[in-house]
């Protein structure tokens, strides 16, 4: 997937929770919409992305509350392995 549609959609996440009161429930907000409704793909290159722009900022800048959630627990975002018997 191309890197600027990810972060663009990612910051679609970021504005959305943005709106709450609490940033901390923004936080995990967009933490627990990633984690859910993101393909294992995408999550990977969402935190490859992070690993090359740590601070958020490349060609489109990262949303302040993805950053933060990213930031707070990256293997949380990180594609499960399955265990096998």
Known sequence: MDPVNL????NRIGDFFDAYPD???GVEGVANHIQKFWEPRMRTELLDWIGRHPDGQGEVPLHPLVL???QADPARFAPRVAATA
């Open 7 to 10: 972060i663009r959609m990612a």
């Open 23 to 25: 940033r901390a429930e």
């Open 68 to 70: 933060a959630a990213i």
